[in-house]
């Protein structure tokens, strides 16, 4: 149940906040609990339910804050559970060139093409890494994302991937934003191992995982497999690296082709398969079998101009769980918004406003690890939530290029719009 209506007398609340509506994510729909009221303690939610059942005597408790929401409806705190948002530079320039009729073929003579970041982002130090990515966290943070996962696989050399690495988690000491670091190593063939993929797998298995765990860098490990990436073969020897030393798995899977990666990362217990416009039914049911979520990037699809729909249907009809994310990077995807991930996830792929917003919270947090202490709104997850002034949920889907967010509280306390911006 969401409503507890027991008092503990010993307990104080560090806060209060009444005068709601609540799309809590649990159950059905949204959720929702309209004229709800939430308590937290200590960064957690220890009271959540309609306020016409807060418990008796609730005002004599030494309550720190309490919130008059003023008819605002409040979600859970956002989650991007699918960036590449450390890197330096952008290639803006091929945007304007493929425009103006040039082919993959022409942009990566000229030096472009994913090298062309690879060797921007080796450039860059650490400090310039961190001065270029924290504007677009921001903007990130500015539309109610609590937590972000940050990918590596920029750098493909120990040195630069370690780089990237430490500067993702800076931004999560730097910023109030709870931030999950991916080890993708295995996204590209670096320069030095032209024609070799087998000898640069072997460094990736023996010894850069090794390396970045041992550093405290590493929560999860990806891969990129598909005709211009790795061979679903190459990736299975990275995911077996990365059991040998614990750490959960997902992949980059059928964006281009069906490569068989969707099975290949549920076999291994994967958190997520993403990308999937190519997902087939062989792909679907061990995904179902062993709870990978699909996490759809609709700011891909709409960049690449791609055509070929991930197969939201068969995906529902199977369970299994979908989340989207904004797929952040300077290649395919240079978006910065949540909120127009899911508007984009509901004109382009065809998802209810419900089923975006799943999405970005409760599903999002499953593609994480993180669906026990985040994602929904109920009693004992952290206290992540966002107002928003909308007149319902699905305003969040709805509207293109507005950002209703009110205000965001990280662990129960306020991170307003205008001090995120202003973090050094």
């Given amino acids: 149940m969401l409503t507890d209506t027991s008092l503990d007398t010993s307990l ?8 709601l509506h609540i799309a809590t994510m649990e159950g059905t729909g949204y959720g929702e609990l309209l004229d709800g009221a939430i308590a937290t303690c200590n960064g957690k939610i220890t009271w959540l339910g309609l306020r016409a059942d807060l418990p008796t005597g609730w005002e004599k408790q030494s309550i720190k804050q309490v919130h008059d929401c003023r008819g605002a409806w409040m979600t859970p705190g956002l989650i991007d559970c699918h960036t590449h948002i450390v890197h330096a530079g952008n290639r803006s320039n091929e945007f304007e060139a493929r425009l103006n009729g040039a082919n993959y073929e022409d942009i990566a003579r000229a030096g472009g093409g994913i090298i062309s970041t690879v060797l921007a982002t080796r450039a860059a130090s650490e400090e310039e890494l961190l001065l270029q990515s924290l504007p677009r966290v921001r903007s990130l943070l500015a539309e109610g994302v609590t937590t972000l996962e940050i990918k590596s696989g920029y750098g493909l050399t120990l040195a630069a991937e370690s ?7 800076r931004i999560g000491e730097l910023l109030p934003v709870t931030v ?20 640069y797998v072997d460094a990736i298995c023996n010894e850069m995982l090794p390396s970045l765990v041992a550093q405290g860098l590493v929560d999860a490990v990806d891969g990129f497999c598909e005709n211009i990436g790795f061979s679903p073969a190459q990736i299975e020897r990275v995911f077996k690296a990365a059991e040998r030393l614990n750490l959960p798995v997902k992949l980059h899977a059928e964006q281009l082709s069906d490569q068989g990666g969707a099975a290949l990362v549920s ?14 039914g062989s792909g679907i049911a061990p995904m ?14 709409y960049f690449l101009r791609e055509t070929r729909l991930p197969p939201v249907q068969a995906l529902r009809e199977a369970n299994v769980p ?12 240079p978006m910065t918004s949540p909120l127009l991930a899911m508007n984009l996830a509901c004109t382009l792929f065809r998802l209810t406003p419900q089923e975006a917003l799943a999405g ?9 690890g993180m669906a026990s202490s985040i994602g929904s709104l109920s009693l004992g997850k952290r206290a992540d939530f966002v107002l928003w002034d909308i007149d319902r949920p699905a305003d969040l889907a709805y509207a293109m290029g507005f950002n209703p967010c009110r205000a965001t509280f990280f662990a129960g306390t306020l991170r307003d719009r205008q001090s995120v911006l202003s973090v050094q």
């Avoid at 062993?290 to 699809?301: D, K």
């Fill in 12 to 19: 104080i609340w560090d806060g209060l906040w009444l005068n």
């Fill in 163 to 169: 780089s990237m690495l430490r500067v993702a988690r």
């Fill in 180 to 199: 999950k670091t991916t080890f993708l190593g295995a996204h590209a063939l670096p320069p030095e191992y032209a024609g070799q993929p087998d000898a």
């Fill in 267 to 280: 076999r291994f217990n994967g958190l997520s398969a993403d990308h999937l416009e190519y997902l087939s």
């Fill in 288 to 301: 179902a079998e062993h709870g990978t979520v699909a996490v759809l990037l609709p700011g891909a699809f």
């Fill in 322 to 333: 979908i989340a989207i994310a904004t797929d952040c990077n300077p290649g395919t995807s």
């Fill in 360 to 368: 970005v919270t409760i599903n999002a947090a499953k593609a994480l």
